[in-house]
């Protein structure tokens, strides 16, 4: 079992679901108006159709409270659990309107949390044994960053920045337009660290091994190798040598995380993680009384 900390907070949840609900049934779930007595419940359960790692339970649950409070949620796993085909999540039990009305939005949020929790628990099980993390990117669905970055830390992987806000981060093209401006790229850096804070981490990214030591002159507390072959990320973990973390990143696949890792660098960036992540498949068996 892996507890996915620190847990998503309820308010960010229900903007999210709150959304969701409103661009699902914006005046309402015509069908089960017409055709479900409002005195009907329903009885269901979460099973999985297929093995992965559960992330996003909360999530589920917010979609059928925020349809209808009187709607219950008995869960049965945790986030950051593996589980098999076959395996019942959760029971789901309330008023049959809002089960009804509440299900696609509760299950596409959840196959789509619980895919990228499957999909990392794989890089991360390719790693095992290297000392190397493996974390997210910016490339993430708009709107479900905060959920998507959830179910990475579920799959036991860890997170990057959260957005542009959060720390500085000169990548290929910030150096093009230093580069263009004929400026010094060591002073550059230099000037950018005496503007942080002393919490603010600053990281450059690199694309070839002779740019190493003029950014590590400048000071930084991160270096990225952005799409190097595997013997120049050996070349650049031994020239760095410590003096920053080192990030391999740029076409980082399943097929290739674990000969990355054993370059010795210290983190793996993957876009694909998030973009590549697909809907894992989840069932909510149902039924209707009246």
Known sequence: ???????????????????????????????????????????????????????????????????????????????????????????????????????????????????????????????????????????????????????????????????????VMAKDNHLAVLQQQGLDLTEAIRRARTRLGHTTTLEVEVDRPEQIEPVLAGGVDVIMLDNFSLPDLVRGVQIIAGRAVVEASGTVTLETVADIARTGVDVISSGALTHSARHLDLGLDMTVTA
């Open 1 to 167: 079992m892996l507890t996915c900390a620190p847990t998503l907070p309820t308010a960010r949840i229900e903007a999210v679901v709150a959304a969701a609900l409103a661009e699902d049934a914006p005046w309402g779930d015509l069908t089960a108006e017409v055709f479900l007595p409002v005195e009907a419940t329903a009885s269901a359960e979460l099973t999985a159709r297929e093995p992965g790692v559960l992330s996003g339970l909360d999530v589920f649950a917010a979609a059928f409270r925020l349809t209808d409070p009187e709607v219950r949620i008995h869960a049965l796993a945790t986030d950051g659990d593996p589980f098999a085909a076959g395996d019942v999540l959760a029971r789901v039990t309330g008023p049959a309107r809002a089960v009804v009305q509440a299900e696609r939005v509760a299950l596409n949020l959840l196959q789509r949390m619980c895919g990228i929790a499957t999909l990392t628990r794989s890089f991360v099980d390719a790693v095992e044994g290297t000392g190397a993390s493996v974390t997210d990117t910016r490339k993430t669905t708009p709107g479900l960053r905060v959920l998507e970055r959830h179910a990475v830390r579920c799959g036991g992987g860890v997170n990057h920045r959260f957005s542009l806000s959060d720390a």
